[in-house]
Every structure is written in C-alpha cells, then in structure tokens.
C-alpha cells in the first residue's frame, strides 16, 4: 500500500496466511571480497542467502528491506550494479523491495537484507518435526560451494577461468539459487514434516532438524549426491568429495523429511519444479547421527564450517 | 508461532490489520561513536529510530530482527549491555525480538534493525495527507539532540558531565525516545492527516510532508517549542536556539498535520500519553516553507542536516 519513500512501508497480509520473517547479514571480508564476484553476484547473493531461508520454511517470499553500508571506495557502478542484483534476483521470485536504509561506511562493505514471507495458515515447517522412520531428502548436488570457495581462496577468477568445471564451483559459491518453488510446493502439499536450508553443511544443518525433533538419523554414504564439479576437481585440491558434500556449507540446498507413504509425492514436486530432490537416509529413534559405509555405521559429527572464511 | 532458532519467525497476523515495515541502519563512526556512550545506549537508539519509523506511520510497533557485525575489538561485556539495551527497549514497548544475525566485523561494528508493526486497516499514516488549512503540530522540544553532538563532539562525556542541561541534551542524542504510544493514538483517533518523525530536522522533515501532500506551509518562529537546555547552553556553542531547533536531526519527535476541527482532540490524545505537542503553523496552498517573525515571512530552506557526522 505504501512503498520506498515514506517513514515505513505498509503491506496488507493475504487473508488466512502466516508471516514468515528472517534476515541475514553479509560483511566484506568475512562473508565476501569484492575481488572475487562481480557486484551483481554480491548483491544476488546477499538477498538469495535470506529467500533461502523462506524456502525452508516452505513459504513464498513477498518483500524485502535492504540496508548497505558503503565504503566511499565503491564506485557509484559498482552500487549500482550490485544493486541490479539484488532487483533482479527479487525481480525473478515475485517479490517487492519496499524498504531499506543507506550509509557510508568507514571500513567494509555491509549488507543486511530482511525478507518478510508467507504461507497458509499453520503450513510453515519447522526444523522440529521429523518423526522416526521418515525418510531424509536433498535437493540438488552438493559441496561445490565450498570447492569454489577454494578455488577463489586460491586465486581462481570466475570472470577468465575457462575450465567448466572450475568456474561451475564457483558460480555455485557465488550466486546460489534460493529452493523457493520447491519449498513451498512441499510445504503446501503438506509432505515436509521438517526442513532446513543447508548454510552450515548437510552433517551440521541434519545435526539442526535431529536436536530440534529430538530424533536419530542413519544417511547413507554411497547416495549422498556429490557435484560433478567436486568429484572431477577435488583430487587436484587434494580433497575428498565426500568431506566436501557432508561439510561444506552455502550450498542453499533444502535438508527435508518426509513420512514413507509421501515419497513419492516428493519425486512428483520434483519433477514439476525441475529442481533434482535424492533420498539419503531415514530418521531413527534415539539421538546422534551416523552415515552408514555399505552397511558399516560411523558416527558423522556436525563437522559443517560455520559460515566464516 | 516461531521464533529465534528456526531459518526464520513465523508470525500470525492480526485480522484486519496492515503490516508496517521498515529498518534503519546504524554504522560506527557515521552514526555513532563507542566512546561517546555506553553499550546500551547504542542498542536502545539502534532499535529507538527504527520504532519512531513505525510511531510516524501511526502504528504499534510489534516484533524487531537484529543484525550486527561485531569487531574482534569488542568484549563480550560490551556486546551483553548491548543487547541488554535493544532488548529492554523493546520489552518496554511489548516488541517481540523474532530473529537476526551476527557476524564478525573487519572494520566498524554495525547494527541494522528491521521492525514490524500493524496498524488497522487502511489507518496509517503517511507523508501525503495534509490538506490546506490543516494546523501543524510537532512533540515535545527541540535542538537538544543536535546541541547534544555537538557537546559530544567537542569531548563532553555523559558519564562524567555534572550539569544537568548537557547531560539532559547528550541524553537526547544519545538515547532518544520512540514516541509511539502518542503515534498510535493519533492514528487510531483518524486525527494526523500527514506525519512524519524528526530524523533530519524539523525545515527538512516539514518540507518531505509538503512535497508529499503538494502544499505549503508558514510556521510561527515565536511558537517553536526549544529545548531548555538549548537556550540555556546555545551561547557557550555559539550556535543560535532556533537554528538548532529548525535544523537539527535526530529528535524522533513527531510532526504532523491535523484538520482545524481535530485540534482539540490532539491535545486530549497529549495528556493522556504525556508527551507535549505545540502547534507551530499551518499548511497553505501553493507549495514551499515559510516562517514568521512577527508576521514577517522569510523563506526557510530545507537546511535539516542529514545524519551523518
């Protein structure tokens, strides 16, 4: 109802919806460097990282606030083009920037962006409600994210890397695609009885939906899906794509559960959104998680970085 | 329905209430110094301008989301008293903390608080509804935060300053007070046509509710209510009251408009709220600010500063 330019804006809530509400902060130096991404993927990326979070909890994302702090060493093209990308990553997804604050910064760039979502009443699903004997899910392929995080920490350049492979990592790491149709699709089909976006690393962000629910897992370890970028590169990095995809973290991914009679309910949403969902395991009684080597259980820890470089 | 500790707070709407939306931004040697207050004031005032965003919409001011990038040089004791302030200010105005964010910072510390409130449908209150003949009104006294920066800037302490009137005006500054109970009223009772809140002074903040609602305005200089520690201390500063009180920023008092036949109510609305409200002029036709001295009209630019230091 009222937009940018007044003290606040004004929004009218759909009848019988809940709000969702989550926001999330990017600081230059700890989350990004600006010679590593154009500043279209910083500011695509700063807005993904929190519609992420709306996909998980199976809601759509309506509107977003942004706030940025400036160093006066950013040309007005560079704010203008980070810009652009977060406009047009909203653009994409339906939603409407209707607010936001601007500041000059004496150190690193700051972006801190607010989305406020909804869902049908009572649909959004938490972290808390697995049950024992529900099967675990994942969208996509992981640990690329951290591989090209790698890359770049080794002077990679997305811009004039010719190689593939490399410069899928790192486009992985640097404009991930928020699950949003996905989420909801689950959510409103009411299928998902616990679901995270995966910020921390699958042991770590699974470690999140087991304390939550108060319940086990057992994942297996030869059907947890490992980019192709990972397995063809992580030898020259001498790294192991397993590692990569049960700890690296960002991938922005969705970790859900869903009860065995709903399975395939789930290939269903799947195939409709495009978006590739692999089941890796079950929830169990008990507590503690373990991934299972052909049938030789190990204790898996939550062993996911934690966000920082 | 969810709060800290999921991928973001699920909230339920009140039935026919409008969402109001904002944030605002806080930034360390822009916004704000840690050696001029104490931990509490700097998160009582980060959450502060953003709850009198929503008090200048007319609204309640219901749930906040907090992110701050923390320097390495920062104790954790710091870091508690502040919070502590964001959170006591928000407990005083029934606000509910539904989430945020925390990250290291390499530079500055930074605070970017996001708020949402509600206000019956179709009842708020933005910058364009003033009509010709409408009588404008502004809370409380003016020029003491402004006359407080400067205090601060030239090495005055609010810890160790023993007069009254420069603790009182460093105080306004520093720890500035939402007027969002008298706000809501206002907006309830249908009284405030325009309003807006004081963030970068009084000729600045007048003239975006005239460009707004397409209308002048003449104010009465004689009627414009100083602060007493402005024309107590003004002098010693070499800075002239009304300028201070016209021009200066960050007073989150409340300006606003009402029709001639509403005057009555919004000095009732006044007492039962406790904050002083002063009819300084009224809005005309044509377009531009104007101010009286004894009848004497002179041209009053929009000379507010703008935030910064």
Known sequence: LVGIGDDAAVIRPRDGADLIACCDLMVEGVHFRTEWARPSMIGHKALAVTLSDVAAMGGSARFAMISIALPARVSLDFTDELFSGIFDLAAAFGVTIIGGDTS??????????????????????TRGGAQTGDTIFVTGRLGASALGLLLLEKGSSVESEADVMRHQAMIKHLAPQPRLELGRALAEAGVATAMIDISDGLSTDLWHILEESGRGAVIRADVIPIDESVISLSGDLQSDPLSLALGGGEEYELLFTTRGEDRARVFELSKESGVLVTEIGEIVSGEGLQISFGGKLEALAPSGYEHKM
Chains 1, 2 share one sequence.
């Open 104 to 125: 000059s910064s004496i150190g690193p760039l700051f972006i801190d962006t607010s989305v406020i979502g909804d869902c049908p009443s009572g649909r959004a699903v």
